[in-house]
């Protein structure tokens, strides 16, 4: 069985002065990833490993994961960044098999796409938003369209 938890960047600034990849989260952005992370913790949900895209806002997400879950910092893959459904499968495809639980951190509208084409879910993904995508097979290359199970779906709610 393999086991997918998609996690969309937490809340980054939109202020100018930035390119969009080296966009930082803000403070509502932090306490989205640290409110998620703890709702993985409380529901006993730990991946093995975090694969992130480069940009800045999904890099600092996925160290907030990382540091709370106890786990080693986040792989980058410059594929994720920017990246349409195809390039995410693609991603997603490649992924070690060696490992059975990967998080990947990555943007909208891609993380959305798949979540839909993997799980046949359709989900509101707002950012830090989470979902846990199950599989009955051996290696990520056998995933397909609608192969998933949707396990676990959660959003932040900070006012």
Same mark, same amino acid.
């Given at each position: ?10 809340? &980054? $600034? ?7 990849? #080296? ?8 306490? =989205? &990833? #640290? ?12 991946? =093995?490993?975090?694969? &992130? ?8 997400? &996925?160290?907030?994961?990382? =540091? ?7 792989? $980058? ?35 959305? =796409? ?12 707002? $950012? ?5 995508? #199950? ?9 397909? #369209? ?8 959660? $959003?932040?709610?900070?006012?």
């Amino acid at each position: 069985m393999k086991k997918l938890l998609l996690i969309r960047h937490a809340k &980054a $600034t939109h202020e100018s002065g930035f390119i969009d990849f #080296e966009r930082p989260l803000t403070d509502k952005g932090f306490h =989205q &990833a #640290e409110l998620m992370v703890s709702r993985l913790n409380a529901d006993h949900i730990k991946p =093995q490993i975090l694969i &992130a895209s480069p940009a800045l806002r999904t890099l600092s997400t &996925a160290n907030v994961f990382s =540091q709370a879950l106890g786990l080693p910092q986040a792989i $980058t893959n410059s594929n994720i960044y920017d990246a349409s459904e195809s390039m995410l499968l693609k991603v997603i495809y490649n992924l070690p098999d060696e490992h059975d639980f990967i998080a990947l951190v990555g943007h909208n509208p891609g993380i959305s =796409q798949v979540l839909y084409y993997l799980s046949n879910e359709i989900k509101d993904v707002p $950012t830090c938003a989470i979902a846990l995508i #199950e599989f009955e097979v051996q290696s990520w290359m056998e995933l397909y #369209e609608g192969a998933g199970k949707l396990s676990y779906y959660n $959003t932040p709610k900070i006012n």
